[in-house]
């Protein structure tokens, strides 16, 4: 058996003929290897296996791939592969900006893909704790597999946008992150001069977390500059 076997990786493709040939490829180096048909599978599945490097498809049934690989990001530092039919230069920035570490576009040769594997594997990160699908600050505990927040053991209502907001501040943890920063990523581009959007959600936000929303002890206003979380107990 050879050194891959050690080694996991996760396959997220919808089309089940790709699903299997890339598993194949995979198998036949001796890689253990998981697979999901959708995003919401290849979120469990990450977060559960732990694996060595994800491969993603952006065309999935439920999301788009672009938003798993930042789901995965928020927490995991593990390479991502991307895997698509989608050509156009646009798209492989906005996913390698969503902190994808390579994208190839099908069809593609099972040498090429062996190849990107084994480079990226090769820079993964050694670190053991550089992982973490649960973060808890304050009374609140995140849980970014599942994508539910809780405090005191409750479930708290979030919304999309007040989720990403969230996370987008547990990304930097400890960071000032600038308005201009947060609106970009938050809301895109064209937004980011839209700073009352910062103050209204970051005051949901205050008031469905935070013990004293008058007095935060975890997301901070920067004055003049930003916003950033702090995470102690």
């Known amino acids: 058996m050879s050194e891959s076997a050690k080694f996991c990786i996760v396959v997220v493709e919808d089309e089940e003929q790709i699903r299997r040939l890339i598993s194949m490829i995979l ?8 697979t999901a048909d ?51 230069e646009v798209e492989k920035v906005r996913a390698l900006d969503a902190g994808a570490d390579d994208y190839i576009t099908k069809p593609f040769g099972s040498a ?16 053991p704790n550089a992982q973490q699908s649960q973060i ?7 849980d ?20 990403r907001l969230l996370t987008a501040l547990l990304r930097s943890a400890g960071c000032v992150l600038t308005q201009r920063a947060l609106l970009n990523e938050v809301w895109g581009p064209s937004y980011v001069e839209h700073a009352h959007y910062l103050r209204i959600y ?11 929303p ?3 002890r975890h997301l901070i206003t920067e004055i003049a500059v930003g916003y950033r979380i702090v995470l102690e107990p």
Request: hydrophobic content about 40%; overall charge neutral.
């Open 38 to 88: 959708s995003g919401k599978r290849g979120l469990i599945e990450v977060g559960t296996r732990k694996p060595d490097i994800a491969i993603i498809d952006l065309g999935l049934p439920d999301m788009d791939g672009v938003d798993l690989i930042q789901d995965i990001r928020v927490w995991g530092s593990l390479p991502i592969i991307v895997l698509s039919a989608r050509t156009n």
């Open 136 to 142: 808890t600050f304050g009374e609140v505990k995140v």
């Open 214 to 216: 008058a007095q935060p």
């Open 144 to 163: 970014f597999i599942k994508r539910q927040v809780f405090r005191n053991e409750v479930p708290v209502s979030l919304t999309p946008l007040e989720y």
């Open 27 to 34: 198998e036949a180096e001796d890689f253990i290897v998981y």
């Open 202 to 212: 970051m005051g949901h936000l205050r008031n469905k977390l935070e013990r004293d």
């Open 112 to 127: 090429e893909l062996l190849a990107r594997v084994r480079a990226h594997l090769r820079r993964r990160d050694s670190n």
